[in-house]
């Protein structure tokens, strides 16, 4: 008596456990939010405050007085923040000055002045500007870089567009964070 071949059986399906479609996407956004809030809260917590200065810096030293300005220079860099009510930026979204602020866009003038007016340095807001969140107020932020800015001046001018000069002490201009500008209402 002869057997007919031996056949194997067909594999059984196995069973994959299910995992809650809501799982993966909450558990992303939950990762997205934490790096986000850790980076915000750095960020924050290490941009300097400017330092209240009278509009009327100090004279400068007279050339005579034995005291050379030289020819050394630093980069000075920073950011510019646009505070305006009448805008609905939305944190991260592109950003530019609108209405009353249509001045205040990427390309914008940066000058540098020393303590006479005489202007030092010719820069511009960086791009592309970004809505950030403040604690709970949005503006418009841009980076400020100025390669070669001489040295040695003890006050320098600030003046963004044609919205007047701000005068910084030199220990600030050439901080390690660099300058922190802000134009609008930031109560």
């Known amino acids: 008596m002869t057997h007919p071949p031996y056949q194997m059986p067909e594999a059984l399906p196995v069973a994959k456990p299910k995992r ?20 915000a809260a750095a960020w924050l917590l290490a941009r300097p405050q400017p330092a209240i200065v009278p509009v009327s810096a100090p004279a400068p030293v007279p050339a005579t007085s034995g005291v050379s300005f030289g020819d050394a220079s630093k980069n000075l860099t920073g950011t510019f923040t646009l505070y305006d009510d009448g805008q609905r930026w939305k944190d991260n979204a592109p950003c530019t000055g609108k209405g009353g602020f249509a001045d205040i866009q990427t390309g914008a003038q940066v000058k540098v002045s020393d303590p006479t007016g005489k202007l030092l340095a010719l820069g511009e807001l960086k ?19 100025i390669d070669d800015v001489p040295t040695g001046r003890g006050f320098y001018g600030i003046e963004i567009s044609h919205r007047g000069v ?8 050439f901080a390690a964070l660099g300058v922190d500008l802000t134009l609008g209402e930031n109560s």
Not at 20 to 39: T, Y
Not at 131 to 145: D, K, M, P, T, Y
Not at 166 to 173: A, D, F, T
């Open 127 to 145: 791009g592309p500007s970004y809505a950030h969140n403040f604690g709970g107020r949005v503006g418009c932020l841009w980076v400020i870089s």
């Open 20 to 39: 809650p479609g809501w799982v993966v996407p909450v558990v992303a956004v939950l990762v997205v939010l934490v790096a986000g809030l850790g980076a």
């Open 166 to 173: 701000i005068q910084y002490p030199e220990s600030e201009v």
